[in-house]
């Protein structure tokens, strides 16, 4: 078979198996809409700015992951796309994003949208390529898929200037089955020694806990997870990239830990006497000040990329490996030498547990005035049946959902962890709904979020996605106003959102349903009338507290024993 | 401490940028870097000379080890090793100093390659820290130009870093 340049992008992406391509055309990638617009068989979403681009193709790639694609041109429409990008690799998201480049004699002449793309892009991807012959094209694209979604996954970028996809310059395509690459082997099985190690470790301890992140969601580990918890007894905390690898309302769940994390979760890590981490990365929201961390612990920690290990913390027996085939490992072992955990230690450690969840850190007042914005996500678990896809935007409506929304099953929670990007939750909605049309998929969201990437309701208008829109609408940047008030004596710099749209007329504009709620009494009702719109897309207004802050809460660089449990309760709280 | 980590990379354009790019990205120490292909034309052999204690070495290692173009890479420090650097410094020599600068050069076992009546340009090769000697030997005033290499390391014995 002979193709030219652009028939040869569009038909690996085929043979990759891809469905979806998220992009916007422009000058350097016409000949590749061009092959687009002359088959079938992938099907092309048009964002309204790249960075929705970016952030759908993220989307669709935590809700199936599969890797999320990207299509955009070059200079304005590849530096838009960086932000979406660097997103995806701070939490380790397999993407390929294909952006189109100045022809390559042009290549460093300041030709018209000329940006050094690979250069720009280089420490946000986890690997890059220039593609400067067509017969490198297929083998690249190739090398593009495999690097983004083994390992430890995350975006590849794929610069293509405008003369090697060329219509009238034809190659022989053939799409290599397999790529070997000298230089990159990710390693799959982890170390049988070190895994017996850990099993004795673990098994041996009287205070453990199993600390889990967002590499046991990657890894697809989550039934692996599901059965070493059961069957050790042990409680265990997710980070907020780990919620729902293990059922969220499950007894042995003592929540989220870190800056926001339960009381439970936070006092276990003081205390515990083996950490068993598992495809978590010691992020510094997670273990507060170093020093601090688990001060008694003996740490195990599996992970596929050998430089998280021992990057912030020392590890006593680290295992590199897939979490799921080292899971599966330390399963069989479990089984094959009849290990059983101390029982009666266990059971003095759940007592434990249960005395600090006594002190039910996650209560908040009730109200029938206001809508707090807790009880707006607690009732949006209860309307739900906790069964959504739910996507967040950045601040403290995700922290709210993060606690008030447990997930029972992975892929369904979609955050922004490591960048913390604003704008990110309504396209990665989209993804998300392009990748499960039959599900219902909501996006949390406050008003200063959603505005940075509101373009996209019409996207979302075009094909039709009847997404829901959850806006807790407290007029605040309430993320930065809570942190003024506890850090700054209420100095409300900049954080107040004035000027604000009315967010009915504007969903309404863009043709679709908008809704407000301001009454606590009146809010199941509007969700169920909402939820019940199944072809539509329903922007709700939610009006809540603009003065509530999210608890508990342990300052940057305080310990784990060193939480806020409310306004009241500002105050350290020492072991007792 | 010093560490000297010998690198076997694609010789792809854009590899060394991908080095250098993760050392000031990670706010790691570079002390000198040298880089040149092979024998086999697709490998560059960089070597790379860094300071941090264990802790950072051991992030440096793995995250170069993480770099899609690093192939393999050793710590040369962690075994005995050679490691040679070349320098030419171009040197004020006149009437008085002429013969000093000569046999300080002889004493180094440096290598006069240029004469003027009025300079010398010194070739020298040795560790890093005889030629950090050597320069500090001539007195600072008759110093017009240094040009180093930075260090390249190798293993002693037969084992040797290649695929
Ligand atoms: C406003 C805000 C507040 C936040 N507050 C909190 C908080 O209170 N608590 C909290 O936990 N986080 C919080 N975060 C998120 C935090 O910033 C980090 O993103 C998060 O803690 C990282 O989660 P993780 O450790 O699970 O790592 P991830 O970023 O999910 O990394 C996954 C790890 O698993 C490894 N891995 C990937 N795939 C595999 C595989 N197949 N097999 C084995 N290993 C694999 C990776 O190498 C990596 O080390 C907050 C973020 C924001 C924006
Ligand atoms: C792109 C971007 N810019 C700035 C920030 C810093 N930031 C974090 S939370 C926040 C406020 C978010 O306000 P809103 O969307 O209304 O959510 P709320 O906290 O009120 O729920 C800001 C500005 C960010 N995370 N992302
Ligand atoms: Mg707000």
């Not at chain 1, 000058?27 to 790249?50: K, M, N, P, T, W």
Request: with cysteine; proline share 5%; glycine share 8%.
């Amino acid at each position: 078979m002979e193709l030219s340049g652009a028939q040869i992008v569009v038909q690996s992406l085929k043979d990759e198996g891809v469905e979806h391509v998220f992009g916007y055309p422009g000058g350097s990638v016409l000949h590749i809409y061009d092959a687009i617009f002359q088959q079938e068989d992938v099907r092309h979403v048009l964002v309204r700015h790249e960075q929705g681009a970016t952030h759908a193709a993220d989307g669709y790639a935590r809700a199936t992951g599969k890797p999320g694609v990207v299509l955009v041109t070059s200079g304005p429409g590849a530096t838009n796309a960086v932000t979406g990008i660097a997103t995806a690799h701070l939490d380790s998201i397999p993407m390929v994003v294909i952006t189109g480049q100045v022809p390559s004699p042009l290549i460093g002449s300041d030709a018209f949208q000329e940006v050094d793309t690979i250069g720009i892009t280089r420490p946000c991807v986890k690997h890059n390529f220039l593609v400067k012959r067509v017969e490198d094209l297929a083998e690249t694209m190739k090398k593009a898929f495999h690097i983004a979604n083994t390992g430890r996954p995350g975006p590849v970028v794929v610069d293509i200037p405008k003369d090697v996809t060329d219509p009238n310059i034809k190659v022989p395509y053939e799409y290599p089955s397999k790529v070997k690459m000298r230089s990159y082997s990710p390693v799959e099985k982890g170390h049988l020694g070190q895994i017996k190690k850990a099993v004795e470790l673990m098994m041996g301890a009287k205070r453990p806990v199993i600390y889990s992140g967002g590499g046991v969601v990657i890894g697809d580990a989550s039934a692996e997870l599901t059965e070493l918890v059961q069957k050790t007894g042990f409680p265990i905390t997710n980070t907020l990239m780990g919620l729902g690898a293990y059922p969220g309302t499950d007894n042995q769940n003592i929540g989220m830990l870190g800056m926001h994390g339960t009381y439970e979760a936070n006092m276990a890590m003081h205390e515990t006497d083996v950490l068993v981490a598992i495809g978590a990365r010691f992020d510094d929201r997670v273990t507060g000040k170093i020093a601090e961390f688990c001060p008694h612990a003996k740490i195990i920690h599996i992970d596929v990329d050998p430089a998280s290990i021992s990057k912030n913390v020392r590890i006593d027996i680290p295992i590199v490996g897939q979490v799921k085939s080292v899971l599966n490992d330390m399963l069989r072992i479990l089984t094959e030498r009849e290990i059983l955990a101390d029982a009666d230690a266990l059971d003095a450690w759940w007592k434990q547990i249960e005395s600090w969840r006594a002190v039910k850190c996650l209560e908040y007042p009730k109200s029938d005035e206001v809508i707090k914005p807790q009880f707006a996500v607690d009732t949006l678990h209860k309307v739900t049946d906790g069964g959504l896809y739910l996507t967040s935007d950045v601040g403290q409506h995700q922290m709210f959902a993060a606690q008030y929304y447990p997930f029972d099953k992975p892929r369904r929670w979609v955050n922004s962890g490591g960048l913390g990007t604003m704008g990110f939750g309504l396209p990665a909605a989209i993804g998300v709904q392009m990748a499960h049309p039959d599900a219902t998929v909501a996006c949390i969201t406050g008003e200063a979020s959603i505005l940075m990437c509101i373009q996209e309701l019409a996207t979302c208008k075009q094909y039709n996605l009847p997404l829901k829109i959850i806006l807790l609408n407290n007029g605040y940047m309430g993320m930065v106003r809570q942190w003024q008030e506890m850090f700054y004596e209420g100095r409300y710099s900049h954080s107040y959102v004035d000027a604000l749209p009315d967010f009915v007329e504007l969903a309404e504009s863009f043709g679709h349903v908008g809704m407000r709620i301001d009454k606590p009494g009146e809010l199941a009702a509007g969700f169920e009338e909402a939820f019940s719109r199944k072809d539509e897309l329903v922007f709700i207004d939610v009006v809540v507290d603009p003065s509530e802050n999210v608890y508990p809460m342990i300052e940057a660089g305080k310990g784990h024993h060193q939480m806020h449990l409310s306004p009241q309760q500002a105050t350290e709280r020492e072991l007792a | 401490m010093r560490h000297i980590i010998s690198i076997l990379m694609e010789n792809e354009a854009g590899a060394l940028s991908r080095v250098a790019g993760l050392f000031t990205a990670r706010g790691y120490n570079i002390e000198s870097l040298s880089v040149a292909p092979t024998e086999d034309q697709t490998l560059s052999r960089m070597t790379l000379v860094t300071i941090g204690d264990e802790r950072v070495i051991e992030q440096i290692t793995k995250q170069l080890n993480k770099l899609v173009d690093v192939v393999k890479l050793v710590d040369l420090s962690e075994g005995i090793h050679i490691e040679r650097e070349m320098m030419m410094i171009k040197v004020r020599a006149e009437m008085g100093m002429r013969e000093e600068i000569k046999r300080l050069s002889d004493i180094f076992r440096g290598k006069i390659i240029d004469v003027t009546d009025t300079s010398y340009v010194v070739e020298m090769t040795g560790d890093s820290s005889k030629l950090d000697s050597f320069v500090r030997a001539i007195p600072e005033e008759l110093i017009i130009e240094v040009v180093r290499t930075g260090a390249s390391g190798i293993s002693r014995g037969p084992k040797a870093l290649t695929l």
